[in-house]
T-cell receptor, first 117, second 109 residues
Framework: GAVVSQHPSWVICKSGTSVKIECRSL??????MFWYRQFPKQSLMLMATSNEGSKATYEQGVEKDKFLINHASLTLSTLTVTSAHPEDSSFYIC?????????????FGPGTRLTVL | GQNIDQPTEMTATEGAIVQINCTYQTSGFNGLLWYQQHAGEAPTFLSYNVLDGLEEKGRFSSFLSRSKGYSYLLLKELQMKDSASYLC??????????WGAGTKLIIKP
């Protein structure tokens, strides 16, 4: 099956710093990538949908100036949490699809656990 | 609003059978998915139902009734490694994924 990687797998940072998370599709070209956030014991929450070469579409309530998404190539999307605060501590997961929209073939990365002190 | 309901937690015994229910109320329907998520890991795809009926895949089966807005995931011959959260997700009319909060399944020896 298709493989999606994320880096780093975990990160601890001080409040006010920025953190960049990379999401890569290793063996396929991802025309669309999704970024999710999951707080403990809660469901996945879609933050934004990212299409290669265009601006990301953010879900309601997600600050686009705080969560910067770049999808510069068909194999890489990045999420930058700017001026992170403790309330941004969460599990961030990306997923990717190729070709036409087909949600049953959404491949997830392993996730990045962010802890902001 | 859109809503997906699953039990928060279930407990079952190794070797037994367990059924995890999911009911949904969404704006349109284009399919329902089940994912398994172990603690601290990303979800992994289990099944996809778009038509009514039962889909069997090894020890796991998934059932859908669109008229009732209802699905269940059936796990047979439970193993300790099946301890995980099981997420139900519905694709709505805009092809957006609506996620349930997940059901934590605890398997006891």
């Amino acid at each position: 099956g298709a493989v999606v990687s994320q880096h780093p797998s975990w990160v601890i940072c001080k409040s006010g710093t920025s953190v960049k998370i990379e999401c890569r599709s290793l063996d396929f070209q991802a025309t669309t990538m999704f970024w999710y956030r999951q707080f403990p014991k809660q469901s996945l929450m879609l933050m934004a949908t990212s299409n290669e070469g265009s601006k990301a579409t953010y879900e309601q309530g997600v600050e686009k100036d705080k969560f910067l998404i770049n999808h510069a190539s068909l194999t890489l999307s990045t999420l930058t949490v700017t001026s992170a605060h403790p309330e941004d501590s969460s599990f961030y997961i990306c997923s990717a699809i190729s070709g036409t929209v087909s949600y049953n073939e959404q491949f997830f990365g392993p996730g990045t656990r962010l802890t902001v002190l | 609003g859109q809503n997906i309901d699953q039990p928060t937690e279930m407990t079952a015994t190794e070797g037994a059978i367990v059924q995890i229910n999911c009911t949904y109320q969404t704006s349109g329907f284009n399919g329902l998915l089940w994912y398994q998520q172990h603690a601290g890991e990303a979800p992994t795809f289990l099944s996809y139902n778009v038509l009514d009926g039962l889909e069997e895949k090894g020890r796991f089966s998934s059932f859908l009734s669109r008229s009732k807005g209802y699905s269940y995931l059936l796990l047979k011959e439970l193993q300790m490694k099946d301890s995980a959260s099981y997420l139900c997700a519905v694709i709505d009319s805009n092809y957006q994924l609506i996620w349930g909060a997940g059901t934590k399944l605890i398997i006891k020896p």
